[in-house]
């Protein structure tokens, strides 16, 4: 869902660099006084995450060397939309199953948000995978070779989130907005 209309508009758009998945442009805009103006843009094909809820109530997530970052973060399994006519659900399913290869009996959209709005327009949809069973991984790409499975209690998130050993915006969006459905579920 786009954000509301505040009366500024897009007149145009200039590629810059193209890579395998993003692409940098240059928008020129209009602002509510009618003057122009002009930001570089990151287009991004979008992505999922999924919170996959073990029968003990532990998320399993990956902690994989992220290279922005230098570094190994802690997250909930994701990937981007960039199979051709892949819908987010399948796309869902199937990053379950490379990164930590599950398989799941219910899969439940749980929302969407904007990454980092500022500067791009990746749009991340989330859900909630639950009744779980064991599959072969299909690691994909040097990092998920090397990435390492752990098991989070989702009633730990806070605490590694106060930590800050859970620093990744997309699984703490996510893990919140699990632990809120379920809340809601048991009638909390």
Request: hydrophobic share 40%; proline share 6%.
């Amino acid at each position: 869902m786009p954000p509301p209309d505040t009366g500024f508009r897009q007149v145009g758009e200039r590629e810059l660099l193209t890579t395998s998945f993003l692409r940098l442009v240059d928008g020129e805009f209009v602002d509510p006084d009618g003057k122009t103006f002009e930001r570089e843009i990151i287009r991004h094909p979008g992505a999922v995450c999924v919170v996959p809820l073990d029968e003990h109530g532990r998320v399993v997530m990956v902690r994989q060397f992220r290279a922005p970052v230098a570094g190994s973060i802690l997250e909930v399994p994701a990937g981007k939309l960039d199979v051709p006519g892949e819908e987010p659900v399948a796309c869902a399913r199937r990053e379950l199953q490379e990164e930590v290869g599950r398989q799941a009996d219910s899969l439940v959209y749980l929302g969407a948000f904007y990454n980092s709005p500022g500067f791009n327009d990746e749009h991340t949809l989330c859900y909630l995978a639950e009744g779980l069973t064991e599959i072969e991984r299909s690691a994909q790409g040097v990092e998920e070779h090397f990435m390492t499975i752990e098991l989070v209690g989702l009633d730990e998130i806070w605490s590694l989130i106060e930590r800050e050993e859970l620093v990744d915006a997309k699984t703490i969006i996510a893990c919140a907005l699990a632990e809120r459905h379920i809340k809601e579920r048991r009638g909390d």
